[in-house]
């Protein structure tokens, strides 16, 4: 059974800060790894792809890979309160086409 | 460039009906994945259509299926509804379905009295 581990939260961080999301998974041979947002009765927005080792940015997120420690991580500079959301980490499935494996997602709480 | 739609929005029916959930991908995007997010189990894959053709499917039961036609759109049927069935169903487009990004509709959100 292929998982995807990520902390629930809520992770609370004051308003500027940076905030760390992290996510662990088990498919070695995965090779596509993504971070969406969802806000409450909201689907899933995608925000970061990333596919090779190293740290990808865009705007105030980061990405970083490490397939040798199968760990994704996600950071967000200057949170702001509108980064209020739930943060799922998604693996792609290397072995079934157009299958993501979700984390069970991070609640971010940004306070002003 | 629209996104992902989906219809209907949402949807109440009662045990033992069935229903159908319909999605248009992204022009261009020839793959749809559908997923259930329910809030015990999280996001969860239900199937994967490319070129009218299912790839791939989750560990559901047979109630649950689907299809894509010529033009990428992409229809998920669950037959003899269950009470567990309600959740939010969202389907998600990508231009090949691997090593590709999926973008999500705003989902159907299912009710089962």
């Known amino acids: 059974q292929k998982e995807v581990e990520q902390n629930s939260g809520p992770l609370s961080v004051p308003e500027g800060a940076i905030a760390s999301l992290n996510c662990t998974y088990s498919?070695?041979?995965?090779?596509?790894f993504f971070w969406y947002r969802q806000y409450s009765g909201k689907s899933p927005e995608l925000i970061m792809s990333?596919?090779?080792?190293g740290d990808k940015e865009d705007g105030r997120f980061t990405a970083q890979l490490n397939k040798a420690s199968q760990y994704v991580s996600l950071l967000i500079r200057d949170s702001q309160p509108s980064d209020s959301a739930t943060y799922l980490c998604?693996?792609?499935?290397?072995?079934?086409?157009?299958?993501?494996?979700f984390g069970q997602g991070t609640t971010l709480q940004v306070k002003p | 460039k629209a996104g992902v739609t989906q219809t209907p929005r949402y949807l109440i029916k009662t045990r033992g009906q069935q229903v159908t959930l319909s999605c248009s991908p992204i022009?261009?995007?020839?793959?749809v994945s559908w997923y259930q997010q329910t809030p015990g189990q999280g996001l969860q894959f239900l199937f994967e259509?490319?070129?009218?053709?299912?790839?791939n499917k989750g560990n559901f039961p047979g109630r649950f299926s689907g299809r894509q036609f010529s033009n990428s759109r992409s229809e998920m049927n669950v037959s003899t509804l269950e009470l567990g069935d309600s959740a939010l169903y969202l389907c998600?487009?990508?231009?090949?379905?691997?090593?590709?990004?999926?973008?999500f509709g705003p989902g159907t959100r299912l009710t089962v009295l």
């Open positions: 990333i596919y090779s080792n």
């Open positions: 498919d070695r041979v995965s090779q596509s």
């Open positions: 022009s261009g995007h020839r793959s």
């Open positions: 259509y490319f070129s009218e053709t299912q790839r």
């Open positions: 998604a693996v792609e499935d290397s072995g079934n086409t157009g299958k993501l494996i």
């Open positions: 998600a487009s990508s231009v090949s379905g691997s090593y590709n990004e999926q973008f």
